[in-house]
């Protein structure tokens, strides 16, 4: 199956500085591709959805000026979490939209800890 | 509005068989995926569904009523390393995935 891969998978940062996360599409083109993140023993809840080329479009309740989502390219998106706090603090997954079915392929996923 | 139900934890022994039951209610349906994450991972696929019916893969099955919006995935001869939660999400009428919270499946020997 294809291979989405996302770095870093743990970062820990102090509180008020920004941490980016890659989400990498390694043998096909994405020009979708959606951010996710997963508190504790919760589903996953998506946060924005990434348009290679375009802004993305961001879930209700997601502040678009707090999480910087670029996809300059069909293989690459990256989230920016800026200014982190540590209410920040979770994990964060990437997915990149199959071109057949609709599956989707998760990247590792990154965990945030922030001081 | 939209909801996805399944149990939130289940138990079955090691080499027995367990079948996680997921209802669905979305505004329009095209197509239901069943994934699977262990902790602290990503999900992994395991299947899709558009049609009513059974999908077998392996050990995995999974099966479909549009009529009834139920699927279950049933999972044989379980072993160990198939503790993890088992997650379900339908594709609604804009193509938008709606997920299920999740059932914690645990392994027991």
């Known amino acids: 199956g294809a291979v989405v891969s996302q770095h870093p998978s743990r970062v820990i940062c102090k509180s008020g500085t920004s941490v980016k996360i890659e989400c990498r599409s390694l043998?096909?083109?994405?020009?979708?591709m959606f951010w996710y993140r997963q508190f504790p023993k919760q589903s996953l809840m998506l946060m924005a959805t990434?348009?290679?080329?375009?802004?993305?479009?961001?879930e209700q309740g997601v502040e678009k000026d707090k999480f910087l989502i670029n996809h300059a390219s069909l293989t690459l998106s990256t989230l920016t979490v800026t200014s982190a706090h540590p209410e920040d603090s979770s994990f964060y997954i990437c997915?990149?939209?199959?071109?057949?079915?609709?599956?989707?392929?998760f990247g590792e996923g990154s965990r945030l800890t922030v001081l | 509005g939209q909801n996805i139900d399944q149990p939130t934890e289940m138990t079955a022994t090691e080499g027995a068989i367990v079948q996680i039951n997921c209802t669905y209610q979305?505004?329009?349906?095209?197509?239901l995926f069943w994934y699977q994450q262990h902790a602290g991972e990503a999900p992994t696929f395991l299947s899709y569904?558009?049609l009513d019916g059974l999908e077998e893969k392996g050990r995995f099955s999974s099966f479909l009523s549009r009529s009834k919006g139920y699927s279950y995935l049933l999972l044989k001869e379980l072993q160990m390393k198939d503790s993890a939660s088992y997650l379900c999400?339908?594709?609604?009428?804009?193509?938008?995935?709606?997920w299920g919270a999740g059932t914690k499946l645990i392994i027991k020997p």
């Open positions: 997915s990149a939209k199959g071109q057949l079915t609709g599956e989707l392929f």
């Open positions: 043998d096909f083109q994405a020009t979708t």
């Open positions: 990434s348009n290679e080329g375009s802004k993305a479009t961001y």
């Open positions: 979305t505004s329009g349906f095209n197509g």
């Open positions: 569904n558009v």
């Open positions: 999400a339908v594709k609604d009428s804009n193509y938008q995935l709606i």
